[in-house]
């Protein structure tokens, strides 16, 4: 079996690579670029043949019933489970090749696509694999390479993206242990240098002397980047683990945002470690460890509003041209996301009692957060894609899951959303299209059924008014119809939408019936061509009746409504194009 060709050039590749482990062969021969084509090849060669997994190994089984020995033997996949299997010589192989890892980022400081190959390809494929992930973690190397990252300085030297990597990694392979115990252990071991300096620096009455030093700066950003990696690999089994991590860090956190708030790229690892954490953790909490995150999260952004964190003028965000220039807002869509994450509690909640047994609630922080983000805002910002999107989102789902937000907007606030909305119907990505429409659907169901109970619903931002000056000012969900039937009729879009806009149409009609009756007929007029005159009323009028359609907002009126819609479009809109 040992003379499969496959096996033999294996072998000789790694026995090769393992000569780097010594330290006057490495110095002499492996030089960093021959370390790059020898990790990649270990790469390569572990998600293909190292403790193939069980499909494989039912495989070879197959062939073991058979008695033809030379097929056998020539089965690559069937002779390489005896030379890298889950046996004892598949376990001296990976040692190798965790020692080998260990030794590029040690021994080759500064050589960062060696270290990139190592953390993201190499280490990071390795934990992906359940067949190797149990036998990784008994491995002595392995505790040497989570040592090493704990305690030893050369690793600090990494690239911040790649202590984010390491550490997410080591934390993934804490699920390859026997026990929840054990893994949450361990990653309380990985974790507990990392909070504790934090916590014994924020701690110090010179803080605010020697945070500016450049390397305490470059220390907390690699340890913010860390908690990172660890909060990203969150998993049930780990959940208590990283849960205390976190928890242990929120005055640090917040002590940090206040000192470096004139350091940008600090107060965006902040907030994106917060941000990463709440994520991972939200939906497992209980109702009492949900009221301190909830609260932690309330400071937070009144700490970030207070100190005009991230203040954007208009004039900056006319200057941007490229997608390299938005990654100075990053701290807006960081807390964007962080809102949204919050929210998600009230879709997915696995706590054994609600939040406000202890008198907390999600949709306090909601508000406070879109009060703060919402002015930030502009037209300018919402052309570039990863805003766009991450705005509009929480802006959909905040509508849907606590719609009663809206009615304690001041007039401004709610202006301005009603102004970011408006645009988002005429965008070109369909995808934040479509988040503004499930948006107005939201919107104006949620006004539509509050009046039908006797509420207020939108209140004032529902009604049209004249100012002071004499201006008549329409009704929000009026200026929304308006839109949605410019977008329908006049404008170009994808299908796709139609069924989304279809249900944002209906309960705005139902709204503001005397204004679709209106715009109905300005349309109708402007038709000189009987025929087409003609066409358009008989339409109009079946939109708002074909198919047994009902004044209800429930789930089968929609779907009768979508196909009038469809019906509707396809009949009138190709002559009010052309005329």
């Not at 700490?303 to 807006?332: C, F, M, P, Q």
């Not at 805003?387 to 905040?398: E, I, T, W």
């Not at 107005?440 to 002071?468: C, E, M, Q, W």
Request: some cysteine.
């Amino acid at each position: 079996m040992d003379k499969h060709p496959v096996i033999m050039l294996s072998g000789s590749i790694i026995k090769f690579a393992e000569q780097s482990l010594d330290p006057v062969m490495r110095t002499s021969f492996f030089s960093p670029r021959l370390m790059e084509a020898v990790v990649w090849f270990l790469a390569r060669w572990s998600l293909t043949y190292l403790m193939p997994s069980e499909e494989s190994v039912e495989h070879r089984s197959s062939y073991e019933n058979c008695n033809d020995a030379l097929l056998r033997s020539k089965h690559p996949t069937n002779a390489l489970f005896s030379f890298s299997g889950e046996n004892d010589r598949g376990k001296i192989v990976l040692d190798i090749i965790i020692r080998i890892s260990l030794s590029t980022l040690v021994s080759y400081p500064g050589e960062k696509d060696l270290q990139a190959l190592t953390c993201y390809q190499l280490l990071h494929g390795l934990v992906k694999r359940k067949s190797i992930i149990t036998h990784l973690v008994t491995l002595d190397s392995w505790r040497d390479l989570a040592n090493a990252f704990a305690n030893e300085r050369v690793i600090l030297s990494l690239n911040a993206a790649h202590q984010r990597s390491l550490a997410q990694t080591l934390t993934v392979s804490a699920c390859g242990m026997k026990t929840p115990e054990s893994s949450n252990e361990y990653i309380r071991s990985l974790t507990s240098h990392m909070t504790a300096y934090l916590v014994e620096l924020s701690s110090k009455n010179d803080l605010k002397a020697i945070a500016q030093q450049p390397d305490i700066i470059l220390l907390v950003s690699c340890l913010l980047e860390r908690l990172r990696g660890v909060a990203r690999a969150s998993e049930p089994r780990v959940q208590n683990a990283i849960y205390q991590m976190g928890f242990s860090v929120m005055n640090p956190v917040l002590t940090f945002l206040q000192t470096y708030k004139d350091e940008s790229v600090v107060v965006y690892l902040l907030l994106k470690f917060v941000t990463d954490w709440v994520e991972g953790q939200i939906i497992y909490l209980e109702a009492q460890e949900t009221a301190a995150v909830v609260e932690f999260c309330m400071r937070l952004l009144q700490l970030y509003s207070a100190h005009n964190i991230g203040k954007i003028s208009v004039s900056l965000s006319n200057s941007l041209r490229t997608e390299a220039d938005a990654d100075k807002y990053k701290d807006l869509r960081a807390l964007l996301q962080l809102l949204s994450n919050l929210c998600s509690k009230d879709l997915v909640d696995f706590a054994s009692e609600p939040i406000e047994a202890y008198g907390t609630n999600i949709s306090q922080v909601v508000y406070t957060g879109l009060h703060i983000i919402t002015p930030l805002i502009t037209p300018e910002l919402l052309k570039y894609p990863k805003l766009c999107h991450s705005y509009f989102s929480l802006l959909s789902h905040l509508l849907e899951v606590y719609p009663e937000i809206i009615e304690q907007l001041s007039v401004e606030a709610f202006s301005h959303i009603l102004g970011t909305l408006d645009f988002g119907l005429h965008h070109q990505d369909v995808e934040a299209v479509d988040l503004c429409l499930r948006a107005v659907k939201a919107l104006a169901s949620h006004h539509y059924k509050d009046r039908g109970a006797g509420k207020i619903g939108l209140g004032s931002h529902a009604t049209s008014y004249n100012d002071p000056n004499g201006n008549f000012h329409e009704s929000v969900l009026s200026r929304l119809l308006r839109s949605l039937m410019q977008l329908l009729l006049f404008e170009d879009y994808s299908t796709e939408l139609v069924s989304s806009a279809a249900d944002a149409l209906l309960p705005l009609i139902l709204c503001e019936q005397s204004v679709y009756q209106k715009l109905a007929s300005e349309l109708i007029e402007r038709q000189t061509n009987p025929v087409f005159r003609f066409r358009l009323r008989n339409g109009l009028q079946s939109l708002t009746t074909s198919n047994n359609l009902s004044s209800t907002l429930d789930r089968i009126n929609y779907q009768r409504f979508r196909k009038n819609l469809h019906s509707f479009l396809e009949d009138v809109c190709g002559f009010l194009r052309t005329v």
